[in-house]
């Protein structure tokens, strides 16, 4: 499919890449700021802090651009119907343990990843919970959705203004753990934002995920019911064992399948 003329539409690919460049800067920038009071207020406090500092800032920048040169900022919360919900969530939790949990299972992790993606107990609180759960999600769509990919669906294919956006998507967590799964469930979002235009539906997949990601700090934090930390556990040990491993990633995938196809009905009806 050709790329679509529209020179007045914001971000075009460039700018969008000024947009991740943007966010790393304000990362270092509000980091470095906030790091004193670190003592006083704890470290997931500050991490909140700065975090919304961080994309707050750099939305309220996009936005204003966006306005002035299209003179219009739209965002549809709408939030569809409760099997459409369902479907997403279903959708969701099914790739990250039929997919992204087996393609990142295959790199190896250092100790100190580890600790930052899986917990080390200091990042389990409410307002780790509010960052993570939260304000991630929402953030996060209203600029990689709700700006970057509208506006690269005005000049581009739906094909390559979904994967452009998603890639920038992975790309802005810095780490290729959370590259590969960003930027797949990034997909996933790109496709539903494309289908329906709603941002809601894309900050619920995101919720769902960053949920998932939660819990998975909190139980490794914990070390419940576990003779070892989740960490150290293969993907076979975690899943039970080689037979259960193929019938968990097999029924995980037919769900994922399933379900994007009768979302894709769903979508069609409206």
């Known amino acids: 499919m050709a790329d679509i003329s529209n020179e007045e539409s914001y971000p075009n690919i460039r700018e969008s890449w ?8 304000f990362q270092l920038l509000f980091g470095i700021i906030v790091k004193p009071f670190e003592t006083t207020f704890g470290k997931e406090l500050t991490s909140l802090i700065s975090y919304v500092l961080t994309m707050g800032v750099t939305f309220v920048i996009i936005h204003r651009k966006r306005i002035n040169r299209q003179e219009t900022s739209n965002y549809d919360f709408g ?10 969530c279903v959708a969701t939790v099914a790739i990250e343990i039929g997919i992204i949990a087996p393609i990142i299972s295959q790199i190896p992790m250092p100790d100190y990843m580890q600790k930052i993606l899986l917990g080390d107990g200091s990042s389990t609180g409410v307002y780790s919970f509010i960052t993570i759960v939260i304000a991630a999600p929402i953030l996060e769509e209203l ?9 690269l669906l005005k000049s581009y ?6 994967i452009i956006s998603s890639l920038l998507f992975g790309l802005v967590h810095l780490n290729p753990w959370q590259f590969i799964g960003a930027s797949i469930i990034g997909i996933l979002s790109g496709w539903v934002y494309f289908k329906t235009n709603k941002l809601n539906l894309s ?3 995101h919720m769902t995920t960053n949920f998932l990601a939660f819990l998975g700090q909190y139980f490794n934090s914990r070390d419940v019911n576990l003779t070892k ?3 150290e556990y293969s993907l076979t040990e975690l899943y039970g064992g080689t037979t259960n491993l193929i019938i968990i990633l097999t029924i995980a995938i037919t769900i994922a399948l399933s379900s994007i196809y009768l979302l894709d009905k769903e979508f069609r009806k409206k």
């Open 18 to 25: 000024r947009v991740l460049g943007t966010i790393i800067l």
């Open 79 to 88: 939030i569809g119907s409760i099997k459409i919900i369902l479907l997403l």
């Open 143 to 151: 600029i990689f959705r709700g700006i970057i990919l509208n506006g």
């Open 157 to 162: 294919s739906p094909l390559k203004s979904i």
């Open 203 to 205: 900050i619920i997949i």
């Open 229 to 231: 930390s989740t960490s």
